[in-house]
Every structure is written in C-alpha cells, then in structure tokens.
T-cell receptor
Framework: DSGVTQTPKHLITATGQRVTLRCSPR?????VYWYQQSLDQGLQFLIQ???????AKGNILERFSAQQFPDLHSELNLSSLELGDSALYFC???????????FGSGTRLTVV | QQQVKQSPQSLIVQKGGISIINCAYE??????FPWYQQFPGKGPALLIA?????SEKKEGRFTISFNKSAKQFSLHIMDSQPGDSATYFC???????????FGQGTTLQVKP
C-alpha cells in the first residue's frame, strides 16, 4: 500500500456521462497530481494542486476539471465522456514539488 | 523540448544478466531525473532518482548513469531477476514545478 488511496478502482460508464474520481494523498503530503495513462500516450500529466490551489496544468481537456479540498483530498471530474477517454487515471502525492512522488493504484475508466 | 525519449520499448534479459534502459531529454532546465517501476495493475513506484550534480547513483542492484553534456541518462539493473519483470519509466522535471515528463516506458522481461 503506497499510502495514496484512489476510488473507485474500476469504472464503466457510457459515452456522454460524467464521472468523479477521488484521491486521498499520503498523510502529510500537500501536493496532488493527476495523470492519465493510455497505451498510445503513456503517462500524461493532467493537473497539479498544492494545498488547495491549482499549481500547474498539463494537457487536460476542457471537459475535465479537478479540485483539492481543505482536507487535501482531490477529485477529478470527467464530463461528456468519449470512448477515447478510456484509460487508467492515476493520482500521486508529494510533500512538496522538489521530490519524487508516490502514486496510487489508479482508477481504470472504461467508456462504452 | 518537453519530451523525454526512452528506449528500447521492450527488453528480454536472462536471469543474472544486466538490463540497460536509456533516456534522452532536450530541455536543459530539467534538474531531477527519477525512474519508476510499474507492475501490472499497480501504480508506478519510485525506484531511484538522480540530480545533474552527480554522474552516477547506485542503490542496490539499480544504478543511474547521467551524462549532462549528452542530455542522456540510463538505468542499469545488475543481476536481473524474474521479479524485476515490469515496465520501467524514466522521467524528468524542473525544480519547483513538480510536473514530471515521462518517457514512453520499457517493458522488461527477465527469463529464468
């Protein structure tokens, strides 16, 4: 157990729907990162939050949004889902921005 | 300039052999270079990392070699074991950004 908790582990939904993925960081970690992993694109950075504030944005679609709450857990919201959104979504956390971070086990999203 | 290129895509090594995975980057502002190991169904786990002020870092059977002038770094796994069979990702980032740019990954199979 890495200490980063992601729920749910698996999610199957239909095109056009909206889903929310949840992440609880390791105790003491203030930064949360979201990554998308697909076979053809590898691990792609989506967005980073630090202590509740958005710090960096990557190739995140406008249909996707995220937030980090006062208790430091984070949620990634994916809307108007398309078949191409099917992927593994990982959350990671770190104490600050200068060290490697710890990944959760991911949420496997399947859009049908 | 944000890319990290990783090779080979796949690698088969006999037990006891040396596994070598190479990465190249373009952005000279990168100053943190970690390697992650990922088993099926799990999130990437930090294996070893290096900063450009040293040319080599060793942790057990894992060694990172870093060539700043060539903008290349590599992972060497000595005495490879079947339990090392996994996908390995190199990555790079700039301090104070937290955002990791990942290579495409190398699937390593160690044959008994």
């Amino acid at each position: 157990d890495s200490g980063v908790t992601q729920t749910p582990k698996h999610l199957i939904t239909a095109t056009g729907q909206r889903v929310t993925l949840r992440c609880s960081p390791r105790s003491g970690d203030l930064s949360v990162y979201w990554y998308q992993q697909s076979l053809d694109q590898g691990l792609q950075f989506l967005i980073q939050y630090y202590n509740g504030e958005e710090r960096a944005k990557g190739n995140i679609l406008e249909r996707f949004s995220a937030q980090q709450f006062p208790d430091l857990h984070s949620e990634l919201n994916l809307s108007s889902l398309e078949l191409g959104d099917s992927a593994l979504y990982f959350c990671a956390s770190s104490v600050d921005q200068n060290y490697g971070y710890t990944f959760g086990s991911g949420t496997r999203l399947t859009v049908v | 300039q944000q890319q990290v290129k990783q090779s080979p895509q796949s690698l088969i090594v006999q037990k006891g052999g040396i596994s070598i995975i190479n990465c190249a980057y373009e952005n000279t502002a990168f100053d943190y270079f970690p390697w992650y190991q990922q088993f099926p169904g799990k999130g990437p786990a930090l294996l070893i990392a290096i900063r450009p002020d040293v040319s080599e870092k060793k942790e057990g059977r894992f060694t990172i070699s870093f060539n700043k002038s060539a903008k290349q770094f590599s992972l060497h796994i000595m005495d490879s074991q079947p339990g090392d069979s996994a996908t390995y990702f190199c990555a790079a980032s700039r301090s104070n950004t937290g955002k990791l740019i990942f290579g495409q990954g190398t699937t390593l199979q160690v044959k008994p």
